[in-house]
């Protein structure tokens, strides 16, 4: 794993907090509103994403990328008695 930034523990309420930055959290794929998990180990603290975050249609839509996701699902043509 390499270091990507050097952060700071800050106080929220009567929690602490540690932001992470936007980078960071596209590098590991974390959005806004996402449940994690958070454990330790021997070495510190440690974030899981938990699950999918439930995604609205404007939000997929919004992800969507043609050159990745684009073409058609079944390029092969007919291959029995289909009828269109």
């Known amino acids: 794993m390499s270091k990507v930034a050097t952060l700071t523990v800050q106080q929220w309420g009567n929690?602490?907090?540690?932001?992470?930055?936007?980078?960071?959290?596209?590098?590991?794929?974390?959005?806004?509103?996402?449940?994690?998990?958070m454990s330790t180990d021997d070495f510190g603290v440690v974030v899981h994403r938990k699950g999918s975050p439930k995604l609205t249609l404007e939000q997929r839509l919004a992800a969507y990328d043609p050159a990745k996701h684009g073409g058609e699902a079944m390029p092969s043509g007919r291959v029995g008695a289909e009828v269109f």
């Open 15 to 37: 929690s602490l907090a540690v932001r992470i930055p936007a980078a960071l959290a596209r590098k590991v794929h974390f959005v806004a509103g996402q449940p994690v998990e």
